[in-house]
Structure formats: C-alpha cells, structure tokens
C-alpha cells in the first residue's frame, strides 16, 4: 500500500486518517497549527480503536502507520494521494490546492473535502485542476423525492 498525506489534522482529517489506516495505508498528517497534527495522531489512534472494539476493522498495532510531518512539502513527499480537510473557505482550499499542485508528481489525486464547494471553484487557477476532486461522505448531495 501507497503512503497517504492527510492535510488538515482536525476532526474530518482524523476520520480520513482511520479510514486510509484502517485500509492499509501509511498516513502522513499535516496540519500548518502548530500542535495540531500531533494531537491528532492519537486522536487517529483511538477511533482505530473504537473501530477494532466493535468488531468493524481486525485489532492490531496501527501507530506504526501514522506519521506526522513538521511542513506542508514533507508530508506530501512520496505520497500516492492527498486528502485536504481544510476550512470550508474557498479562498484557503485555492491556496492550498495551488500550493500542493505545486509540490506534487503531476499523477498524484487530490482530494477535497469540501461539502459545498466545487472543484472548479477552488481549483480553477490550478495548473493540475484535472486532478482536483470534491471526496466528502455526503457530497454530492442528491434530492430525495
């Protein structure tokens, strides 16, 4: 399995981590916080945890998976995809995309999670956009009839 950089180490960046540690996956997590990121690592940790005590994922020793990286271009370094939690401000997720964009192989995705704005917004002046992609458990939203 392929190295994951997650970007944002709050609560929506923690529950990727478990899910792609969960997966197989080695996790970077980065976060520009100071602190965050390390604080986050355990907080990956324990929804393993919670995840393996009720049976849903095998009990085993994840720490191993979970990295913490001290800037943005350490954490993306060797990775096979980016999943940004940022704040849901456009004008941050477009700062940062172009940042990353910038850093990354051109084949490496990077996802979003944004529950409301599209990638052609936070992404338009991106060299890369094509690789620019809204992942959010409930987006995109479908109306119920």
Known sequence: MGKIAIVGAGLI??????????????????DPIAG??????????????DLADHGLIAAREYRSQISVAAS????LEGVIYVQES??????????LTAEMDA???????????????????????????????VVHPINPQFPLH
């Open 13 to 30: 960046g923690q529950a990727w981590g478990a899910v792609f540690v969960a997966a197989g996956h080695d996790v970077v997590l980065y």
């Open 36 to 49: 965050v990121a390390d604080g986050a690592a355990p907080k990956v940790l324990a929804r393993l945890q």
């Open 72 to 75: 943005l271009a350490a954490a």
């Open 86 to 95: 940022g704040p849901e401000k456009r004008d941050v997720k477009a700062a």
């Open 103 to 133: 850093i990354l192989p051109p084949d490496v995705p990077i996802g979003s999670s944004t529950s409301g704005i599209p990638a052609s917004s936070y992404a338009a002046d991106v060299a890369g956009r094509a690789r620019c992609l």
